[in-house]
Every structure is written in structure tokens, then in C-alpha cells.
């Protein structure tokens, strides 16, 4: 019924910049929070950015000031601009959104899109 895309990975030098897309498409009624998770090999999926359907933004450390989420809920879309990108933030990024279809929400996630940082 919902599905999110997610686009915009590929391969970055480090410092570079890249942003993410994903766009959510299906029988929506109303997005709540969106967010932006990743992965690295070996390492658990971590939070690294989410937005509210009211623009209430949240960061960890690791990528505050560095990273920034933007959404248009007129297109059912989340953004990831990613700035001063370093060989750490090489992972996949998964899209996640809570997605309201008729009278239930669920929790959603994309397939996800791969970012690699490297010279």
C-alpha cells in the first residue's frame, strides 16, 4: 500500500556533499514523523535525523551541524542534505516514516540507498 524510494547516494570525497531523497507514494492520508536512519557493516542501524509534520527537527551529535532534514508535504517527500561528509558516514540510509492509510498508521521503511565516502 505505501512504499518509500529512496535516491541521491553514490560516492563522495571526503568534505563533499550529497543529498538524499525519499519519496512516499500509496493510499496516504497524513505523514507524521519522517526520518533518516543508516547502517554501516558491523554496526547496529542508528537515528540521524527526523522531522515532525510540523518541521520539529532532531540530530545526534555525530552529525549535528553537519546534516540537515527538510521535508515537502505537499510531495510526500523527506530530504537529507549532507555537507562536510567524512569516511565515518559511509553507510546505507534508510528512509522511515509513519504513515497514516485510512484509520490506521504504520511504520514504514524504504530499501535504502547507499553513501560511500572515500578519496
Known amino acids: 500500500q505505501v512504499q518509500l524510494v529512496e535516491s541521491g547516494g553514490g560516492l563522495v570525497q571526503p568534505g563533499g556533499s550529497l543529498r538524499l531523497s525519499c519519496a512516499a507514494s500509496g493510499t496516504i492520508f497524513s505523514i507524521y514523523d519522517m526520518a533518516w536512519y543508516r547502517q554501516a557493516p558491523g554496526k547496529q542501524r542508528e537515528l540521524v535525523a527526523i522531522i515532525t509534520s510540523g518541521g520539529s527537527t532532531n540530530y545526534p551529535d555525530s552529525v549535528k551541524g553537519r546534516f540537515t532534514i527538510s521535508r515537502d508535504n505537499a510531495k510526500n517527500t523527506v530530504y537529507l542534505q549532507m555537507n562536510s561528509l567524512e569516511p565515518e558516514d559511509t553507510a546505507v540510509y534508510y528512509c522511515?516514516?509513519?504513515?497514516?492509510?485510512?484509520?490506521?498508521?504504520?511504520?514504514?521503511w524504504g530499501r535504502g540507498t547507499q553513501v560511500t565516502v572515500a578519496s
Open positions: 522511515n516514516a509513519d504513515v497514516q492509510v485510512g484509520m490506521t498508521t504504520r511504520n514504514y
